[in-house]
T-cell receptor
Framework: QKEVEQNSGPLSVPEGAIASLNCTYS??????FFWYRQYSGKSPELIMF????GDKEDGRFTAQLNKASQYVSLLIRDSQPSDSATYLC???????????FGAGTRLAVHP | DAGVIQSPRHEVTEMGQEVTLRCKPI?????LFWYRQTMMRGLELLIY????????DSGMPEDRFSAKMPNASFSTLKIQPSEPRDSAVYFC??????????FGEGSRLTVL
């Protein structure tokens, strides 16, 4: 079993819709969770992080964490074509900010 | 701030040659990470340093790979000898404590 699992997609949504991206992780001791966005040919950039169970909102983005189910999700409201990218879920495993990444979900927002 | 700086951006080499990738972390950051990204395996952590000391190199694929961090502003990842299966994008990232990981632009390696 992979440490961090994501559906590879592609996830295709129309412009203006809500995109829902999901991630599960295996290490119950993980304490911090991150969502990175990676455009084709570019490096990953942080969108959001979440530490506590529940929801965390930042503009059009909402991260949701359920530690009991070992599940993290990212919702993107009012999706725009510029949101088309690969979204990487990352989980802190061990100390020193060691992040383990999922394989990523490719999101395509079509006009 | 200049961000994480990696060189070279692109490297094409022949099997058996030595490859050295370089990274300059963001000034003041105390943790440095080397990742490798391929279509098949995604983004894999190879090794990371804290305060210039290697903490976990369990992701280094084999003895052909080595990494050093002689000081707080410089790190290298060396592959000797290189093989076609080493072809990938190698990212360096740095962070301050448990803060955000900042990635460099990556070094795209092609081994023929």
């Amino acid at each position: 079993q992979k440490e961090v699992e994501q559906n590879s997609g592609p996830l295709s949504v129309p412009e203006g819709a809500i995109a829902s991206l999901n991630c599960t992780y295996s290490d119950r001791g993980s304490q911090s969770f991150f969502w990175y966005r990676q455009y084709s040919g570019k490096s990953p950039e942080l969108i959001m992080f979440i530490y506590s169970n529940g929801d965390k909102e930042d503009g059009r983005f909402t991260a949701q964490l359920n530690k009991a189910s070992q599940y993290v999700s990212l919702l993107i409201r009012d999706s725009q074509p510029s949101d088309s990218a690969t979204y990487l879920c990352a989980v802190n495993s061990g100390g020193y900010n060691k992040l383990i990444f999922g394989a990523g979900t490719r999101l395509a927002v079509h006009p | 701030d200049a961000g994480v700086i990696q060189s070279p951006r692109h490297e094409v080499t022949e099997m058996g040659q030595e490859v050295t990738l370089r990274c300059k972390p963001i000034s003041g950051h105390n943790s440095l990470f080397w990742y490798r990204q391929t279509m098949m395996r995604g983004l894999e952590l190879l090794i990371y340093f804290n305060n210039n000391v290697p903490i976990d190199d369990s992701g280094m694929p084999e003895d052909r790979f080595s990494a050093k961090m002689p000081n707080a502003s410089f790190s290298t990842l060396k592959i000797q000898p290189s093989e076609p299966r080493d072809s990938a994008v190698y990212f360096c990232a740095s962070s301050l404590g448990a803060g955000e990981l900042f990635f460099g632009e990556g070094s795209r390696l092609t081994v023929l």
